[in-house]
T-cell receptor, first 115, second 108 residues
Framework: EPEVTQTPSHQVTQMGQEVILRCVPI?????FYWYRQILGQKVEFLVS????????KSEIFDDQFSVERPDGSNFTLKIRSTKLEDSAMYFC?????????????FGPGTRLLVL | GENVEQHPSTLSVQEGDSAVIKCTYS??????FPWYKQELGKGPQLIID?????GEKKDQRIAVTLNKTAKHFSLHITETQPEDSAVYFC???????FGPGTSLSVIP
């Protein structure tokens, strides 16, 4: 069964450094998402992406964040200058379409720790 | 925006008993309500969903009920098994706005 994959599984970085989290969505999916989950808290929507542009973003997704689909298979989340509060689990998801009720398939997540 | 609340935050049941998790939402325009199960170290996985045009949906040991008037929906797990132990998230609308999660522990 096709699945969303994410790399790395864990990343430790110094405050102020740039990090890039990578995701490979399911191959025929067209819509891509990033979510984050701070330890012990709910999963929060960050951004959705379609047709090579951001379709929606939350207030968490400020100028420090960017997303890119550099080729036909990868979808990346970049944090330009990490802060301590960026420490969280980051989940990528993809869906075939964006109609209400279209299932989003989640990757296993990348655990980011900012020191 | 949509606000989703979920109760209880933790739940322990004996194996074989039923578990019920309840969620409320604020936006009356929401019409899609998925439930996700998150096992330790993994991403959320969809287990069941319901749309606003039905009041109940069942899939083997899992069922979801929806009361649009009261703006609440519930997940019911019958004959619980240890492998049901996980964190369960309800969600509303199309951006998957998650509730805070319920940690379910099934005691063998």
């Amino acid at each position: 069964e096709p699945e969303v994959t994410q790399t790395p599984s864990h990343q430790v970085t110094q405050m102020g450094q740039e990090v890039i989290l990578r995701c490979v969505p399911i191959s025929n999916h067209l819509y891509f998402y990033w979510y984050r989950q701070i330890l012990g808290q709910k999963v929060e929507f960050l951004v959705s992406f379609y047709n090579n542009e951001i379709s929606e973003k939350s207030e968490i997704f400020d100028d420090q964040f960017s997303v890119e689909r550099p080729d036909g298979s990868n979808f990346t989340l970049k944090i330009r200058s990490t802060k301590l509060e960026d420490s969280a689990m980051y989940f990528c998801a993809s869906s075939l379409d964006t109609r209400i009720g279209a299932t989003q398939y989640f990757g296993p997540g990348t655990r980011l720790l900012v020191l | 925006g949509e606000n989703v609340e979920q109760h209880p935050s933790t739940l322990s049941v004996q194996e074989g008993d039923s578990a019920v998790i309840k969620c409320t939402y604020s936006d009356s325009a929401s019409n899609y309500f998925p439930w996700y199960k998150q096992e330790l170290g993994k991403g959320p996985q969809l287990i069941i969903d319901i749309r606003s045009n039905v009041g109940e949906k069942k899939d083997q040991r899992i069922a979801v009920t929806l009361n649009k008037t009261a703006k609440h929906f519930s997940l019911h797990i019958t004959e619980t098994q240890p492998e049901d132990s996980a964190v369960y998230f309800c969600a509303a609308c199309d951006k998957v706005i998650f509730g805070p999660g319920t940690s379910l522990s099934v005691i063998p």
